[in-house]
């Protein structure tokens, strides 16, 4: 269950503060990337299993590449032609054509020029804490949640929940 806005951040001031205090080291969960900017160092699971540990600076700069995100009219088409024409891998994510490239800001135009199916949309994001997730875990963390909670509805539905 979440917090309001208010109440979050008078929790988040109050960890701060608490920390800075009394020096003391704070272990916390959280799905919420935004969350753990706040963190000195973050560590990254998947299937129980720590993946990355470092500060959310350094584990950005690892990602190293911009991330694209297009709206097609045909994503499958889109997937292949970026493979075929430009060299790049993607993948449909969250109902969008999702890639990295170095200097995502330049790579649009040679987009729009080049690229054989429609794009409605496009956005190009500096690597954030979701791209590093993505980066070790290779899905989401909506995808991982949708596909956690899909899997305890199957076996709940096969009587073993």
């Given at each position: ?17 608490l ?18 900017e ?7 699971m ?15 700069a ?10 097609t009219?045909?994503d499958d ?7 075929e024409?430009?060299?790049?891998d ?20 040679r987009?729009f020029?080049?690229?054989d ?16 997730f993505?980066?070790?875990?290779g ?23």
């Amino acid at each position: 269950m979440g917090l309001d806005p208010q109440t979050r951040a008078s929790i988040w001031d109050y960890i701060r503060r608490l920390k800075d205090a009394e020096d003391i080291t704070i272990f916390m969960t959280t799905h919420y990337m935004d969350e753990a900017e706040f963190c000195d160092r973050i560590a990254i699971m998947d299937s129980g299993r720590i993946v990355a540990l470092d500060t959310p600076e350094v584990l950005k700069a690892g990602v190293g590449e911009d991330r694209v995100r297009l709206r097609t009219s045909d994503d499958d088409a889109a997937v292949a032609a970026l493979k075929e024409r430009f060299g790049v891998d993607a993948t449909v994510s969250e109902g969008q054509v999702t890639f990295t490239v170095a200097s995502g800001g330049e790579f649009v135009p040679r987009l729009f020029a080049e690229l054989d199916v429609p794009i409605g949309a496009v956005s190009v994001a500096r690597p954030s804490l979701d791209d590093v997730f993505m980066k070790f875990t290779g899905t989401s963390i909506r995808d991982a949640e949708g596909g956690a909670a899909n899997e305890m509805m199957r076996l709940r539905m096969r009587g073993r929940g």
